[in-house]
């Protein structure tokens, strides 16, 4: 008595990993094109390269998942398809890239923080402090404003709006309200 052959269908994350006797088969989830049914037992995966290089897979022979029927199985696949719940820790999902995103904004906000691109001393009292992009036109709302100012020695650090939000001209620093 030979040993019955098993399969599995994994997800895992942009494609579904399949295991068989075969071989390993990793298809990315973007090129399935239809998941079907054929002679009752066999579900097909086809990924719209012609007949030759579809995957057909012998249902009795899958061990994972696991599912009454080739119709469950062929439901089963299709969740994998459109599912992201449980994928393996690190797969890119929308979520975690706008995450992301967030926190390179944020790390980015805090170092052009760090050394002003422009700086106004005319005045012995008072010192201004321009934040912004390397280039950034100082007519252009794209500005952060610090002002400095020196009273015997006593040192107020204040900015435009009271917030360190890169929407101010720089031209305007004298006029603009410091909090």
Not at 109 to 120: E, G, K, M, T, Y
Request: hydrophobic content about 40%; glycine content about 4%; charged content about 15%.
């Amino acid at each position: 008595m030979t040993a019955t052959a098993t399969t599995q269908i994994i997800n895992n994350g942009a494609s579904l990993k399949i295991i068989s006797p075969d071989g390993i088969r990793n298809i990315l989830k973007q090129e399935i094109v239809e998941i079907s049914i054929l002679k009752d037992s066999i579900v097909k995966i086809d990924i719209g390269q012609g007949a030759l290089n579809n995957v057909f897979i012998n249902y009795p022979e899958v061990s994972s998942p696991q599912t009454q029927s080739p119709d469950a199985l062929v439901e089963a696949i299709n969740s994998m398809l459109q599912s992201n719940i449980n994928l393996p820790q690190g797969i890119a999902t929308e979520v975690s890239q706008q995450k992301q995103i967030s926190q390179l904004d944020s790390m980015r906000i805090s170092l052009l923080l760090q050394a002003p691109q422009i700086c106004d001393e005319t005045n012995p009292k008072t010192i201004y402090k321009g934040f912004a992009l390397p280039g950034a036109k100082t007519s252009d709302a794209v500005w952060a404003v610090q002002k400095i100012t020196n009273n015997n020695c006593i040192y107020r650090y204040q900015w435009a709006a009271g917030n360190q939000n890169f929407d101010k001209i720089w031209d305007n620093r004298a006029t603009l309200v410091y909090q």
